[in-house]
């Protein structure tokens, strides 16, 4: 891959300029390394971003099978609150907190995953579209590079530079406009992100009632065990 090998194929600067093409030559490869680099370091982050989602969507479905975890635990708690008449009111409150609780960690990454699916498009988008840039900023400098072994690039042809230009200008302009896009949509990500945190101290509020309660209860074991689970 050209990207890997650059260094063994293109040296880090052309030759001196000895005319006008030349030098117009040197400051346009210069240019070309500069948004190369640009592009690499892009590509780090969207490595990064690609890591990072996959992990969201493990999560995502480690949670989903909480969820009904809770839900059984909830109702095994609502159960024995019955059983246990008066004496089970708290326990049944608890339980009844604790099936709500299930509910609004259900809605909430449900709403998450509904955002992440198109942003996931977005970024694959983004990432073709930065390959295709990358592929023809390369050949833009293969080919100022050849040119600027020929005669000090006396011999320039300005429009094959320039359509090369013209080309990458429009994937790269393309790319952007997706990473824009998904930009918008991370941000909105922040109020799911605070409703999660929100649940899970909730739910460990609930754990910790429930547990201190069905110790004082001193039942058979099932609670306390209902609620370390």
Excluded: W
Aim: proline share 1%; net charge negative; with cysteine.
């Amino acid at each position: 891959m050209i990207a890997r090998n650059r260094g063994q194929l293109l040296p880090a600067e052309l030759g001196a300029a000895s005319s006008a093409g030349a030098a117009r030559l040197q400051a346009i490869y210069r240019q070309c390394q500069e948004t190369y680099r640009l592009i690499n370091h892009l590509y780090a982050e969207l490595d990064q971003y690609a890591g990072l989602h996959k992990e969201l969507d493990e999560g995502l479905a480690n949670v989903a099978d909480r969820v009904q975890e809770f839900r059984l635990l909830a109702l095994n708690a609502t159960v024995k609150s019955a059983q246990l008449g008066d004496l089970g009111r708290c326990i049944g409150v608890i339980a009844a907190s604790l099936a709500e609780l299930s509910s609004d960690i259900t809605r909430t990454g449900g709403g998450l995953d509904e955002r992440m699916r198109p942003l996931a498009v977005r970024v694959r988008s983004a990432i073709l579209n930065l390959a295709a840039a990358r592929l023809q900023l390369e050949m833009l400098m293969l080919f100022v590079h050849e040119l600027a072994g020929t005669a000090s690039g006396s011999g320039v042809d300005s429009r094959n530079v320039a359509d090369l230009q013209t080309a990458f200008d429009g994937t790269i302009r393309q790319a952007v406009e997706e990473l824009r896009a998904t930009e918008t949509v991370l941000r909105g990500l922040g109020s799911l992100s605070e409703e999660f945190r929100k649940l899970t101290i909730f739910m460990q509020v609930a754990q910790i009632s429930g547990a201190v309660e069905a110790n004082r209860l001193k039942d058979d074991g099932s609670l306390a065990q209902t609620f370390q689970d």
